[in-house]
């Protein structure tokens, strides 16, 4: 029976994939090895969330993390990788309340519980839709180690956090404005908010004083806000107002005397320097507000139309009642004129509506206090960036940040652990289910917010270990290590992670954090269902693998950058997969007659066996430096070339000779390298494409083998192996070779053509290394007989010349081509061009051609004339050349 024959003829990854993963995972490779003496190496995945399917994102996020954690395996940490899920508020209940208004019914009509009930079965349902999803990408996850953001562990430490930061005086509640999504019904951070601009319009308006004597004239972006403006502000150093500071102006369409104050707030050079304030709907006029004590007057409902109080736009869309309210400002007289204009306007990052700023009761972090310390650990470099660039986001976000609204207008999600007294006002914030007064002994009714969803993410490195208990696992892997995700979220989520990681912890949640890009389309264009040009990871991998998947993913990935997915990075990758197997099947069909391990001489290597081994030692040096500097697709490039280019278009063609010569003497050093090489090469190759690896060397015969390639030592480099005279040499003589099949493939010799060569080197060693190379230079350059000289005397003047490190190698040019044929058709050439010659002549000798034609053709075809005539001539000598000698 043949050592092949269990072997199918290409890799089928529909059949291999799920079988590997499986046998990993029962073998429990994906779990730390308890061997104390090792080092651990600890990365969080970044939660996806429940609600969420595998996009590029994803499969680009965990295929970076799982080249991390299984290089560091293979290195000899002990490794973890934690996975888990993200409860994500928002998205969830927007799932839920859709699917039950497809029935009918609002979660109101069935209360808390009800609908708690029915959030927890969609996750059991569909929560692990993603888990599944990620194990297809070959994710060599610790799955023993799951962790959801609500499970009770997880909602333990958010507790824990709140009531802690609480008692510090770093959480309060208080009236503050805040951002509030009308169709989401909820308050979200300003991380949240993301900016577009939008087509918009400056309407000036007249504000009449209330005696009489005038008015001033305002500019505004929201016309609709009017109802809920309660002063109009100048600038006190403002010489124009100074005046009327002080009196009343008359509210248009409303009748509502309102003050004019003076406030710095106000840019004197920007419009007419008069600026309306609405506290209850603008930051910026909230704090004017606060600083001269004005009322707060709400104007919206939750889903941004128009309060009952103002009984003519009552019930109105926000954006409907602009129009009713600048109609009949107009109408008023109020209207001056409208301005088009183009502004930053700021959206939900979850759903696209414009944000409404609103004046609401919320529960807030002081983060100022807190992120002082994680800003200090970057500067200091204890935790560090890649690429450093990202830094300056982090900075720009921490250095400004402002206090952080936590609570949710929302059911699902940690519930705030704040109980109010309805009798006397008291309010116990503790970790208990329920809570009595301790003033009146009455129950307490618990606060129907929940929390923002990031608050229980930026616990995720200790929360997932055990915190608050100190379990062996937070001992051991805390501080994390690596923490890879996109530059979209280091204002979400990195950030709060490290002010909470230093606050609860006293330490960094990890060393290092890994930045990259987006994943966009072939054109450069972000994905998006609006688009239409998602690409479905899962789709990738029915038709093609989840190796070629990850191979697409890495290939030309740099830390931070975008990049875009093409298919022919997919078809690279398959190509690839299919060029090792055939590889891996030439080798074990010559090696049908085993390897004798003992009789391996390294004293028989011969030239191309130095070499390999020196390339593969140079390789596993550079391709460890790039992965410990995270140059990923760097680290593949090299990888894939070796093994495409030197392995299998090179040194196996060489080694057939002695692998076809069973009297070789070399031919068992042969059969052990080809094994050995191929080996380490899918060591190196593992942490990307992990299944055909773990097939190939799985089938390959070796001298020492553990049970799994994943398990297996990384390659190490052996200083013995670097034979740099010799790689050198080689490197000589493949580059005339490489220049032989140039110069054959230009002039389109066909390969059965064999040829005579010349090699002209003053160097004898290169001479040498020509006449005991002469094999391959027949097998591959059809150079069938070869002499040296150390001069060009004797070389015919036609012979085609290439030129190599080392000197210069001739090929008589009637062994490449058939000398009459080529002076048939060279007759034939030069008849053409003398046509041409003859025709471009016939023009520009005729007056009349010269005189009505434009300058612009008759420089065309002057132009012509002197290419055409430098072809004959070049025609004419090749013709005398050929004709003239002798060969």
């Known amino acids: 029976m043949s050592i092949i024959d269990g072997i199918s003829k290409a890799f089928d990854p529909s059949e291999a994939e799920p079988r590997l993963y499986s046998k990993w995972s029962e073998n429990g490779y994906f779990k730390p090895d308890q061997d104390k003496s090792k080092k651990p190496y600890c990365v969080v995945m970044p939660p996806p969330n429940i609600t969420g399917q595998l996009h590029m994102g994803h499969a680009l996020d965990n295929t970076l993390q799982d080249i991390l954690i299984r290089y560091k395996r293979m290195r000899g940490f002990s490794t973890l990788w934690v996975p888990g899920t993200d409860h994500a508020s928002i998205a969830t209940e927007a799932k839920i309340v859709e699917a039950m208004r497809k029935e009918g019914i609002f979660k109101e009509d069935i209360g808390r519980d009800k609908f708690l009930e029915r959030a927890w079965d969609w996750k059991h349902q569909y929560g692990g839709r993603i888990v599944e999803q990620l194990k297809k990408m070959g994710s060599s996850c610790d799955w023993s180690h799951e962790r959801f953001t609500m ?20 959480i309060y509640r208080g009236e503050r404005i805040i951002n509030w999504c009308p169709h ?13 601009d939008q087509q918009g319009a400056f309407w000036h308006l007249r504000y009449p004083l209330e005696d009489g004597s005038g008015w001033v004239e305002l500019a505004t972006t929201r016309p609709e806000t009017l109802l809920g403006d309660t002063a109009v502000a100048v600038n006190p150093k403002d010489e124009r107002y100074k005046d009327i500071v002080g009196k009343n102006l008359i509210l248009p369409l409303v009748g509502r005397k309102i003050p ?31 600083r001269h004590n004005l009322p707060v007057i709400n104007v919206m409902t939750d889903d941004a139309r128009i309060v009952d109080e103002y009984s003519k736009y009552a019930g109105m869309d926000r954006f409907e009642a602009r129009k009713a309210m600048v109609a009949d400002l107009e109408e008023g007289g109020y209207l001056i004129k409208i301005e088009p204009y183009n502004h930053n306007v700021g959206t939900c990052y979850r759903c696209g509506t414009t944000i409404e700023p609103r004046v609401s009761l919320q529960w807030f972090v002081k983060m100022q206090t807190l992120a002082k310390p994680a800003v200090d650990a970057v500067r200091s470099g204890k935790t560090k960036f890649v690429p450093e660039r990202f830094e300056k986001n982090y900075f720009n976000w921490m250095d400004d940040i402002r206090d952080w609204c936590i609570s949710r207008q ?10 109010y007294c309805d009798d006397c006002g008291e309010i116990v914030v503790t970790k208990d289910e329920t809570a009595v007064c301790p003033k009146c002994g009455k129950p307490m009714r618990q606060d129907a917010d929940t929390l923002d969803t990031w608050f229980s993410s930026a616990l995720w490195p200790f929360s997932t270990l055990g915190w608050p208990v100190d379990t062996e696992d937070l001992k051991k892997f ?16 990195v950030s709060r992670m490290m002010v909470a990681g230093l606050a609860h912890m006293q330490d960094v949640p990890f060393d290092t954090v890994l930045i990259h890009g987006l994943v966009r389309d072939a054109q450069g264009r972000k994905m998006s269902k609006s688009l239409g040009n998602g690409i479905d990871p899962l789709e990738v991998i029915s038709a093609s693998g989840a190796d070629s998947l990850r ?17 022919e990075k997919i078809d690279l990758g398959r190509n690839f997969s299919n060029k090792i197997w055939n590889a891996m099947r030439f080798v074990l069909m010559n090696c049908e007659d085993g390897i004798d391990f003992a009789c391996v001489d390294s004293k028989k290597y011969t030239l191309e066996d130095k070499w390999i081994l020196t390339g593969l030692n140079t390789l596993v040096q550079e391709a460890t430096t790039n992965i410990e500097k995270y140059e990923l697709g760097v680290a593949l490039s090299k990888i ?36 050995y090489v191929l080996g380490t090469c899918m060591s190196l190759l593992h942490p990307f494409m992990p299944f055909i690896t773990e097939e190939v060397y799985s089938n390959l015969i070796l001298e020492t083998k553990t049970e799994s390639i994943m398990i297996s030592d990384w390659p190490k480099v052996d200083e013995s192996s670097f034979y740099v005279n010799e790689a050198n040499m080689m490197s000589t003589l493949m580059g005339a070779i490489r220049s032989v099949r140039n110069i054959r493939s230009e002039m389109g010799v066909v390969p059965s053509r064999k040829t005579h060569a010349i090699v002209v080197t003053a160097n004898d060693s290169i001479a040498k290394m020509f006449v005991d190379g002469s094999a391959f230079m027949d097998r591959l350059a059809s150079v069938s007989s070869l002499e040296t000289k150390t001069c060009k005397e004797g070389i015919p003047v036609t012979a085609v010349t290439a030129v190599f490190e080392g000197g210069e190698i001739y090929i008589p040019l009637a062994d490449l081509i058939d000398i009459d044929k080529e002076l048939e058709r060279l007759n034939k050439e030069k008849e053409n061009i003398l046509a041409e010659i003859n025709r471009v002549e016939s023009k520009l000798s005729n007056e009349a051609f010269v005189s009505k034609a434009p300058e612009k053709v008759i420089a065309t075809e002057k132009e012509k004339r002197v290419k055409y005539t430098e072809m004959y001539k070049g025609v004419e000598e090749r013709i005398s050349l050929l004709s003239n000698e002798t060969f």
């Open 151 to 170: 499970d009770e562990g997880c909602s333990e430490a958010v507790k824990e956090v709140f009531v802690k930061y609480y008692n510090q005086g770093l």
């Open 184 to 196: 989401c019904k909820t308050s979200i951070s300003n991380a949240e908010v993301e900016y577009e």
């Open 260 to 290: 004019v104050v003076a406030d710095n707030y106000v840019d004197i050079e920007f419009g007419t320097g008069v600026v309306k304030i609405t506290p209850a709907h603008d930051p910026n006029d909230f704090e004017v507000g606060l």
């Open 410 to 419: 929302l059911w699902w999600g940690h519930r705030i652990p704040a109980f």
């Open 478 to 493: 805390y501080p994390t290590n690596t923490l890879i995700t996109g530059y979209d979220i280091i204002t979400f989520w």
């Open 551 to 567: 191979f697409a993913l890495v290939t030309g990935n740099a830390p931070g950058n975008d990049q875009r997915f093409q298919q």
């Open 640 to 675: 894939v070339d070796f093994i495409w280019d030197s392995f299998c278009d090179w040194y196996i063609e060489i080694a057939k000779s002695r692998l076809f010569d069973k009297e070789c003497e070399s031919r068992n050093e042969a059969k052990y390298l080809l094994n």
